[in-house]
């Protein structure tokens, strides 16, 4: 498994972001590039597709504050 795929918060950031993708919700801005980083793992990881404004809100920020941020491999879905 990935670690990557659940990460333990606390009750009131896992209320903030509900079921939001990035283009609704981010982290505080010193978990944001992390956060990303891990998003799209995840969704490369299973092949999931993002929508328009989710992926227009990951390259905004993966191009502006978070430049330069690598995500790290990750295993195979079986």
Do not use: H, Y
């Amino acid at each position: 498994s990935d670690l990557r795929t659940l990460i333990a918060v606390s009750a009131a950031s896992n209320n903030a972001k509900s079921d939001k993708d990035p283009s609704n919700w981010l982290p505080r801005s010193e978990d944001v590039c992390r956060f990303l980083a891990d998003w799209v793992a995840v969704k490369a990881r299973w092949g999931l597709a993002m929508d328009p404004s989710e992926w227009g809100r990951v390259k905004n920020q993966l191009e502006g504050p978070c430049a330069g941020t690598r995500v790290a491999p990750w295993t195979p879905a079986p």
